[in-house]
């Protein structure tokens, strides 16, 4: 047994149910929730780990940047000048606690895991970023 055809049939499964109310057009053209900002940013407070109801937006954006890292562009003429440092590969590959070779100029990173060698030919190239290892405790901070 077949049903009439409504006009539900032919909305978009996505706006099926949905009120006009809720919904707003960007700038674009294309038909948006109204609160996507806030949505978002309790989507965001899920995934670093906050399990608490009540949040500050500052509380979702320090965490954030605590799971980000001091990341920093790899540069050939910029020494990071720190003892360890952690690497980000142009493949995406972070290589951890790279510690700097002895005296050596240009400045040279050795990752002992892969007993390889980061000079500053490899800056800007292979290694596109680097931070200070988060658990170095050299004197040059």
Not at 17 to 40: F, L, N, P
Request: aromatic letters at 10%; charged letters at 35%.
């Amino acid at each position: 047994m077949s049903r009439q055809v409504t006009e539900r049939d032919f909305r978009m499964p996505e706006f099926r149910d949905a009120k006009v109310e809720d919904y707003e057009i960007r700038a674009d053209g294309k038909v948006v929730r109204k609160d996507r900002w806030e949505t978002g940013i309790h989507q965001i407070k899920g995934i670093v780990g906050s399990s608490r109801g009540e949040f500050e937006i500052d509380e979702v954006v320090d965490a954030v940047r605590k799971l980000r890292g001091n990341w920093e562009d790899a540069d050939p003429d910029e020494d990071p000048g720190h003892q360890t440092i952690d690497l980000r590969l142009s493949c995406g590959t972070v290589l951890a606690r790279c510690e700097r070779g002895p005296g050596q100029l240009p400045f040279t990173y050795h990752w002992q895991f892969g007993a390889i060698d980061f000079t500053r030919i490899d800056f800007g190239a292979d290694v596109i970023e680097w931070q200070r290892s988060p658990e170095a405790t050299d004197a040059t901070a």
